[in-house]
């Protein structure tokens, strides 16, 4: 039996040291932090219904998953990492504002597995010695032969596929806020943008376009794409309000989309169309597959340019945003489409993030504390440390009045042993007896006190008088021992009813300002506002931290007073009875 227990130990020995390698593994030790990414690809979130393979996502940072101040200026130390810590995956920076503190960065995945919530990678940051780790032109595959993110406040869009396209010619507003960073504003009179024919942009072999627009009204049929040549054309446009695509072949054949699907006004959507010969030409909206049609011929050779926001002759000029161009000479799935929509849209469906974990740690919860210090704001760390003062204060108030009573309740003690074998009442007074701390001694030589002073005024026998006097003094002598007794415990009561208040007042100002913070990001997820929120219900849990400790000690020190008060009660009693009896003693 204990060769058998010892085997079991040693197989539960090796279990763990596995799982504390696996938990220990760290991609590079350059590195001080890292967090997981986890993909939902289920109903519950992007819904994404098929495998995709290097697939290009948009991973927003903001104060509400990140905290910018771990990494450098301009994020050259970020990297990511697949699930098993191996592969480092290309990636390219949009925006990195540290001002802002928004970050704007595209990941290209290996691969997205359909109807699962298990898939992950890691971001890692945190190295101050780290160069740029940044590659535009691979983030994207192969058949991504145009990749507009209109970052640029001036001059031509640059393309940041691998192919370099060349915008020959554009018109248009630039740098203006949009869904993904900064986007293009076209006011369909002469707007748009031309990018030259070349070899890589040839759709014969199929297309994919995408996009995200905006319209604020009607349009009278324009364009977002055109491309035309003599053996047809390629339109993509917005007729009104609905979005329509159509493609011309060398046969004079026309396969048209129908005008049914709706755009809602100042509101942005992401379009995707694909086209393939003798295939389909299918129209997205959202993700969603909205109409398709069978393209009985070959699409046509192009031979101009190709036209964003208006026709090759300056007719059908668009008016509205857009932002995210892309052009592939592959036909996409809707999975693509869909995945499109949930990682680069405001809504977070498809991401979101772990906690933070330091240097090769193990992901386990030690670690929540210090995300939640790190996200801690200004106006938190204000009612932070009010509330610590108070803590403080209540704290020394509470030992120096349990030290106190203490001492009183000993020497309470003794003199009453002394008291109670007396026969003279007044014989036990003497102010070097060492009973500075005891209240029933106070009020003892309050009482002898009192009866010396008559009978040397004269009043020695007068006993009424002598008595009246004693009593009195004894209960302003009452009096002063339990103002004593109770001083500083308002301190106490303060913590109890003012800490929890003053932790509410930073949760909500807390709440307030993520919110805040949510709406200049552009994205509202549970993942997204969790840290901020768990950050400003930090100044209710001070709250807590305050006022439970300082309720149980007020609790104690208040039964410990009542007690002593009682005492003093009773011994004014018997002092008084011992003085009346004793009128031949006085």
């Known amino acids: 039996m204990n060769k058998y227990v010892g085997n079991w130990i040693w197989l539960v020995l090796l279990l763990f040291t596995l799982a504390a390698g696996d938990a220990s593994a760290w991609w590079n030790d350059g590195w001080q932090y890292r967090k997981k990414i986890h993909f939902n690809t289920t109903t519950n979130g992007a819904d994404i219904k098929e495998n995709l393979t290097d697939v290009p996502i948009l991973i927003r940072l903001h104060t509400g998953n990140f905290n910018f101040v771990d990494a450098q200026q301009e994020g050259q130390d970020i990297r990511f990492v697949s699930s098993d810590d191996t592969k480092l995956l290309k990636h390219h920076i949009e925006r990195y504002d540290t001002i802002d503190e928004m970050a704007l960065i595209w990941v290209k995945l290996p691969r997205l597995s359909a109807h699962t919530d298990q898939d992950f990678i890691w971001m890692y940051y945190g190295n101050g010695d780290a160069m740029g780790g940044q590659d535009a032109k691979s983030t994207f595959d192969a058949a991504h032969v145009a990749v507009f993110h209109f970052g640029e406040v001036e001059g031509n869009p640059q393309d940041q596929s691998a192919h370099g396209q060349t915008v020959t010619d554009f018109a248009g507003g630039q740098g203006l806020p949009a869904v993904i960073g900064n986007g293009l504003s076209l006011n369909g009179a002469g707007d748009h943008m031309a990018i030259a024919n070349s070899p890589s942009l040839s759709f014969i072999n199929g297309f994919t376009f995408s996009a995200w627009l905006r319209i604020s009204q009607p349009q009278d049929d324009a ?130 993030f772990g906690e933070e974990e330091v240097g090769g740690g193990s992901g386990m919860p030690v670690f929540y504390l210090g995300a939640i210090m790190k996200n801690i704001t200004l106006d938190g760390w204000v009612v932070i440390g009010l509330l610590i003062l108070l803590m403080v204060v209540s704290w020394i108030v509470f030992l120096s009045k349990a030290f106190y009573l203490f001492i009183v309740n000993r020497e309470n003690r003794s003199f009453s042993d002394s008291f109670k074998g007396m026969d003279n009442p007044l014989a036990a007074y003497d102010p070097e007896n060492g009973y500075d701390n005891s209240s029933l001694y106070n009020l003892y030589a309050t009482g002898c006190q009192a009866v010396r002073n008559e009978k040397e005024n004269g009043n020695a026998g007068d006993f009424e008088k002598i008595i009246k006097s004693f009593k009195t003094a004894l209960e302003e002598g009452f009096v002063k021992e339990s103002k004593h007794l109770n001083s500083r415990i308002l301190v106490l009561t303060l913590a109890i009813s003012g800490g929890p208040f003053l932790g509410l007042l930073g949760t909500v100002w807390g709440v307030m300002n993520t919110f805040a913070a949510l709406a200049a990001a552009g994205e509202a997820n549970i993942m997204a506002i969790a840290p901020g929120v768990a950050s400003a219900l930090s100044t209710t849990v001070f709250g807590l931290i305050v006022a439970i400790p300082a309720l149980f000690a007020y609790n104690f020190l208040a039964a410990n007073i009542k007690n002593t008060t009682a005492d003093m009660a009773v011994f004014i009693d018997n002092f008084t009875l011992k003085v009346e009896n004793g009128n031949q003693t006085i």
């Open 223 to 352: 364009f977002l794409l055109h491309a035309s040549s003599d053996n047809g054309e390629v339109v993509i446009g917005v007729d009104g309000t609905k979005i329509y695509s159509r493609v011309g072949t060398a046969n004079q054949n026309l396969f048209e989309t129908d005008r049914s699907t709706d755009l809602s006004l100042n509101q942005w959507h992401h379009v995707m169309v694909t086209a393939d010969s003798h295939q389909r030409l299918t129209l997205y909206l959202d993700g969603l597959e909205m109409f398709y049609t069978n393209i009985e011929d070959s699409l046509p050779e192009i031979s101009g340019d190709y036209l964003v926001g208006a026709a090759a002759d300056g007719s059908h000029g668009f008016f509205g945003e857009l932002d995210e161009v892309r052009l592939s000479t592959s036909v996409r799935p809707q999975a693509w489409a869909r995945t499109a929509f949930a990682s680069q849209g405001p809504d977070g469906l498809l991401y979101s």
